[in-house]
């Protein structure tokens, strides 16, 4: 049986997808206004396999990295970061 607060906490849920979607507001915030990932060489600290961020990824703002070799989940630095492969000078 569902509560008022397991109700309450869906709707919230169901607010944030709505506001975020798939793609988000807030990615189409951070485009318009140019922020840039952080170009990171990343290293699982589990299992310690590179992790780069190829196709969608390689583009999206995100904070939070997923390893393809072990599944563990983390966060390298508290803004936003992209895997690369080698640290390319933007000017």
């Not at 989940?73 to 992209?82: D, I, K």
Request: negative net charge; glycine residues 4%; hydrophobic residues 30%.
């Amino acid at each position: 049986m569902m509560t008022t607060y397991h109700m309450t906490f869906l709707c919230f849920i169901g607010e944030i997808t709505k506001y975020y979607g798939i793609f988000g507001k807030v990615s189409d915030h951070m485009q318009k206004n140019k922020i840039e990932p952080i170009q990171m060489i990343l290293y699982c600290p589990e299992c310690n396999y590179q992790h780069i961020d190829r196709d969608e990824w390689a583009t999206r703002l995100h904070k939070t990295h997923l390893c393809n070799n072990c599944q563990y989940e983390w966060r390298p630095y508290e803004e936003y970061t992209v895997g690369v492969n080698e640290i390319i000078e933007v000017k």
